[in-house]
């Protein structure tokens, strides 16, 4: 079935260090990949996302590229922020899930940035 | 953006006894909700994904008879979790799908049973 394997954290930058938190997918076909941010006490929100090979899914200075060949999309910020701490997902939605399509979320990475 | 709420935030509860645990989409209709569970430093694992006026359709693995899923209107789904025990405490989080195919979260329910 799919699968998400995400690097494990906690991951501690200092503010403005440049940030990469890896993650590699198995699934049948092309899926949709996804990055969800989840804040402390609050819910998953959709970070950014790409729905076919070498699409660049961009938002708040955050990047990942979707890359077939190694079946990766990374997530990458230049310059991290101290508001930028909180728990990474990674995601795929299968193309085989009939009509639910459900999310696969990897583990989860715990990002602290110090001031 | 939308907007999902879970209700209790956190439960403490004695074994034996049952939980229910609510999700609502506060400004949209959500024709399908999903619910997940997450372990520490572990994924979120599906549950099971309910649709508005049908019985809800579970993963493999989880008992539907101890996990009831209710999704009564466009708005409202619940978990109740029946005859709970200490090996359910986990953290619950529910998912609200748009008829456009946009999924928002919840922020999550802790439950603790002891």
């Known amino acids: 079935g799919d699968s998400v394997t995400q690097m494990e954290g906690p991951v501690t930058l200092s503010e403005e260090a440049f940030l990469t938190i890896n993650c590699t997918y198995t699934a049948t076909g092309y899926p949709s990949l996804f990055w969800y941010v989840q804040y402390p006490g609050e819910g998953l929100q959709l970070l950014l996302k790409a729905t076919k090979a070498d699409d660049k899914g961009s938002n708040k200075g955050f990047e990942a590229t979707y890359r077939k060949e190694t079946t990766s999309f990374h997530l990458e910020k230049g310059s991290v922020q101290v508001s930028d701490s909180a728990v990474y997902f990674c995601?795929?939605?299968?193309?085989?899930?009939?009509?639910?399509?459900?999310?696969?979320f990897g583990s989860g990475t715990q990002l602290t940035v110090l001031p | 953006g939308a907007v999902v709420s879970q209700h209790p935030s956190r439960v403490i509860c004695k074994s034996g006894t049952s939980v229910k645990i609510e999700c609502r989409s506060l400004?949209?209709?959500?024709?399908?909700m999903f619910w997940y569970r997450q372990f520490p430093k572990q994924s979120l694992m599906l549950m099971a994904t309910?649709?508005?006026?049908?019985?809800?359709?579970?993963e493999q693995g989880v008992e539907k008879d101890k996990f009831l899923i209710n999704h009564a209107s466009l708005t409202l789904s619940t978990l109740t979790v029946t005859s709970a025990h200490p090996e359910d405490s986990s953290f619950y989080i529910c998912?609200?799908?748009?008829?456009?195919?946009?999924?928002?979260f919840g922020p999550g329910t802790r439950l603790t049973v002891t």
């Open positions: 998912s609200a799908r748009t008829s456009g195919g946009e999924q928002y």
């Open positions: 400004d949209f209709q959500a024709t399908t």
């Open positions: 309910s649709n508005e006026g049908s019985k809800a359709t579970y």
């Open positions: 995601a795929l939605k299968g193309i085989s899930s009939g009509s639910a399509r459900q999310l696969t």
